[in-house]
């Protein structure tokens, strides 16, 4: 007998290959292992996605607080040099312009530009606008939006809902 038979041949009982039985068994335990192994990855990834929304939103907060923060830093400097009769002007102003580091601000806003997880200024709507990559809004554009209003003497930077707004179709 040749070597290549005799290994293909299982000792004492002249039989070749697997039995039906034990190829069930073993596909029933390569199909467990194979279950349990996407469902880990599957967790895994949404876990990951989990963590970008959190990164997403925390980034967003910072911006958001970032603006405000200069916002009010210009309602200073505009009472301290006796400007504060401009103040009305920022109502629908670009908070964006008041940041020093905008490497993430892509300029005007323009209808399917500049692309997700960027940031940009809608003038015909005085929105300050993010275009998220993972967060969802809401909105039925997808995107966030934020408008400065004068009150009180200060500025504010306050969330906006497309719906609310005058001339705007309400959902």
């Known amino acids: 007998m040749t070597r290549g038979a005799r290994l293909g041949k299982r000792q004492g009982c002249g039989q070749q290959g697997m039995t039906l039985l034990e190829f069930v068994l073993s596909a029933l335990v390569m199909s467990l292992v194979i279950f349990v192994l996407l469902g880990r990855l599957a967790s895994v ?14 980034t967003v907060n910072h911006s958001v607080n970032a603006m405000q923060t200069a916002l009010t830093l210009e309602v200073s400097r505009a009472h301290a040099q006796g ?12 908070a964006l ?15 399917g530009l500049p692309g997700p997880g960027t940031w940009s200024y809608d003038a015909a709507r005085g929105h300050v606008v993010y ?18 209003v004068h009150s009180n003497g200060g500025l504010q930077l306050q969330p906006v809902a497309l719906a609310g707004l005058p001339g705007e179709a309400a959902e």
């Open 45 to 58: 990834l949404e876990g990951e996605l989990d963590l970008l929304v959190d990164i997403e939103a925390v």
């Open 83 to 94: 400007e504060a009769r401009h103040l009305p002007e920022w109502d629908g102003g670009n």
């Open 97 to 111: 312009e008041l940041i020093q580091s905008r490497d993430w601000f892509r300029g005007a806003f323009v209808e």
């Open 131 to 148: 275009d998220p990559r993972y967060l969802e809004s809401g909105e039925e554009d997808g995107r966030w939006r934020w408008r400065v």
